[in-house]
């Protein structure tokens, strides 16, 4: 009986030990490969078949302080987010002073997964590798950060499957809603434009208006103007017309009455013009107003 179990004893060490040594073999390879690289490479063998219209790169955007490694982002033909999904990979050969916690990232990864606009976000890791819990499969944390989970790199895959097909459940829903606040910008974008046009032709009626009176001003300033030298004209007419008057009634008699030098010169001269016609001279007219 003791040499059975002794030979039990060791087969189940050897067991063990053959266990352990697959285990190294595996993960050495993995940690070859590098965790990322090997995310990479099996999502790119389906890519084409599974997943030939999704996004799938490394996050290269640091702008607000930390990135993730990989985003995973898929649309329908209408441009409708079906899912998305921040990746982060931790490899346990990555620290080699201290052994973090897969606990020791989600901050982290929660922070990227918004910053980026993921609706989830998912730990690929190999951290803490004696953990029952998250050698168990796939790993709900959500109760820590919302719609975070923890895998290992064998479930990487089949998370990304799940998680896709239960967005595609609610699609339709997803492309109704988006449907309908299409229609809000729709509206709002009238109104917005319908405003805009309002103000635009308030602004510019009022410069018209303004422009207007201004030339309405300017025809009553033409006309205010032009009357005064209607005005100036009309007076100036009369005064010539006064003046043609004042002529037509100059006469020699009147221009040497009460100018005796005057009125001899001109008789003088008369005189002298009938004795030359040899005709008698008429009787002055001045002489006879004198007489009178």
Known sequence: AKRVSDELIRYKDEEIERLKEMKIRLSTKMVGESLEQHCETEFNRLRMTAFPNAYFEKDNDASEGTKGDFIFRECDASGNEV??????????????????????????????????????????????PESELYNAGIVDVSYRYEKMYVIRPQFFIPMITVLRNAAMGSLRYKQELAEYKQQNIDVTNFEAKMEKFKNDFGRNYEIASRKFQTAIDEIDKTISHLQKTKEALLSSENNLRLANKKADDLTIRKLTWGNKTMKAAFDEARGAAAETNDEPAEADSYEVEDAE
């Not at 982060?88 to 982290?108: G, L, R, S």
């Not at 998912?122 to 803490?128: A, I, N, Q, R, S």
């Open 83 to 128: 899912i998305s999904i921040m990746f982060e990979m931790k490899n346990e050969n990555d620290e080699t002073a201290t052994k973090h916690k897969n606990e020791d990232f989600f901050k982290k990864l929660d922070h990227d997964r918004r910053q980026k606009g993921c609706e989830y976000a998912v730990l690929c890791t190999l951290l803490e």
